[in-house]
């Protein structure tokens, strides 16, 4: 056998096909997606029908009775291999994520660092029995089961990790997986893929390109047994009314309008520099950006200006450009929706801090928009009220404590927050009455694979990751045992 590096090299450039039963897949009709930073269109991928889907699902049933007996160390085992592997064709999917994505370099590394550690720590988790009683009558503990065939629906923004952030889980806990990414970011998903199936038995992780009619086919599918959805609550809610045909368990992970809230007593230029990123990171791509931002109004015109010199330095460019800090949009339809919103500032009088309409970037490739601030607008204007989902976002001024709470509350979102101040208990104490997911003192993106992730409100049902995560793949079952009877 030769070296892991030798056994699994990819050609990342041609042959995206489906994967199904450890097999490359193909379909008679392909599509293509669309490089957001040249607006070339990329390979040909597959365009999966029912029949694509009705034979994924029945390999993973077939393959679910073995994969479930295995112990969590040999399941680990797998996992820790696969990690391994994908570390192998770094440089391969770092490309391909940067084309399909429109991810600058360091971002590109970033996720796909971090998804390759998620694997790897994921592996470390284990969901022991609770024992609840035992006497010497009877014992009654709880188990947590595998449910079965596992699809998770990805999103295009972190297309890796939150493919993998799924795929780890729902595999550890015994189930099998079966992987359908967004249909603008669909490349490197099927090369993981062919990775996978030169590590897992048959079945077991299988992956499935197609159009936007995909989604519903597994939703509908009465073999599949759980639904992991990451992407907006408008389709979140779609997802949730279709499971309910088959009662299949769900985790929705849905959008967010995070809320960061900076007390008088930072230092207010550290703090911008933080800020900056947690806010514009992937031009604003990622549900928990920070979206929008309540500054006491002791420090805000300082801190305005110091943010904005930190979003102003922020280099924009391609994923061919290696000091880009921000990339485009990544596809033409959020690109059209995020230019909608730009297109309020003038007709709704916004006083712009940094960036402004698009005009600017005119006449370029790419879908590129400038890093935009808006200073201080009406707490019912749309900029605060929707979650931009781009380079735009509002900074707002507040001065008590009671009100700026009711404000950041003040949505259906509920992903995550944040508070900043130099008084830990008085930041830990105003962090604890924010309605979200995740809430962090001087910090807005910690993030770990032992730790659960999710949504309050509409940005989500149940958890991922963690132990609280590893149970979203499981059925609880209740176990009584009589000792004397
Ligand atoms: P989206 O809801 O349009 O699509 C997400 C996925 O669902 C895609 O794979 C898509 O093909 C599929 N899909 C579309 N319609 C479907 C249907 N009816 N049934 C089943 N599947 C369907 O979201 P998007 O535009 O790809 O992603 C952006 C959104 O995702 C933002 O709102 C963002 O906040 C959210 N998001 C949330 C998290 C989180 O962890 N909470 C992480 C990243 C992104």
Request: aromatic share 10%; charged share 20%.
């Amino acid at each position: 056998m030769g070296s892991t590096t030798d056994l699994h090299k990819v050609d990342f450039t041609s042959n995206f096909q489906n994967i199904i039963n450890n097999a490359l897949s193909s379909t008679p009709e392909t599509r293509q997606a669309v490089d957001p930073s040249t607006e070339e269109l990329l390979y040909h991928v597959p365009l999966s029908k029912q029949s694509d889907v009705d034979r994924a699902v029945s390999f993973a049933k077939a393959a679910f009775p073995a994969w479930k007996e295995l112990s969590y160390d040999d399941r680990a085992g797998y996992l820790v291999r696969y990690a391994v592997a994908i570390e192998a064709n770094l440089s391969g999917l770092q490309e391909l994520l940067m084309k399909e994505a429109g991810k600058p370099v360091s971002n590109a590394s970033g996720e796909l660092a971090f998804a390759i550690a998620h694997v790897r720590e994921t592996a470390k988790l284990r969901l022991e029995d609770d024992l609840i009683e035992d006497t010497e009558e009877r014992k009654a503990s709880v188990r947590y089961v595998p449910v079965g065939v596992g699809v998770g629906i990805v999103p295009w923004n972190y297309p890796v990790l939150l493919g993998l952030g799924k795929l780890g889980p729902a595999l550890l806990t015994g189930n099998t997986f079966i992987w359908k990414p967004s249909p603008y970011s669909p490349y490197t998903a099927l090369k993981l893929g062919e990775i996978a199936a030169q590590i897992f038995p048959p079945g077991v992780v299988q992956v499935l390109s197609g159009d936007e009619s995909l989604g519903p086919l597994f939703t509908a599918h009465p073999e599949v047994a759980k639904i992991s959805f990451t992407g907006s609550s408008a389709t979140g809610k779609k997802v949730m009314a279709a499971c309910a045909s088959t009662l299949k368990r769900l985790t929705l992970e849905l959008g967010g309008n995070d809320a960061s809230i900076i007390y008088d007593d930072v230092d207010v230029a550290k703090v911008v520099q933080k800020i900056g990123p947690m806010a514009f990171m992937h031009s604003g791509q990622i549900c928990m950006d920070i979206k929008r931002l309540y500054v006491h109004e002791k420090i805000y015109d300082e801190f305005l200006a110091a943010f904005v010199q930190v979003v102003k330095s922020f280099k924009v460019g391609g994923g061919g450009d290696p000091e880009a800090f921000l990339g485009p949009v990544q596809n033409k339809m959020q690109f059209e929706k995020v230019k909608d919103l730009y297109s309020e500032i003038g007709k709704q009088k916004w006083k712009v801090a940094a960036g402004g309409e698009p005009a600017a970037c005119e006449g370029t490739r790419g879908f590129f928009l400038p890093p935009t601030i808006i200073d201080n607008p009406p707490d019912d204007s749309r900029i605060v009220v929707e979650e931009p989902f781009g380079p735009i976002m509002p900074v707002l001024k507040w001065s008590d404590e009671d009100e700026v709470v009711k404000r950041a509350n003040n949505t259906n979102m509920g992903l995550g927050a944040s508070v900043w101040s130099n008084d830990i208990e008085k930041a830990e104490r105003l962090a604890r009455r924010l309605e979200a997911g995740s809430t962090w003192v001087n910090s807005h993106f910690e993030l770990s694979p032992y730790v659960p992730f999710g949504g309050h409100k509409w940005s989500g049902v149940g958890m991922d990751w963690g132990v609280v995560g590893l149970k979203g793949w499981c059925n609880t079952q209740a176990s009584w045992v009589r000792k004397k009877f």
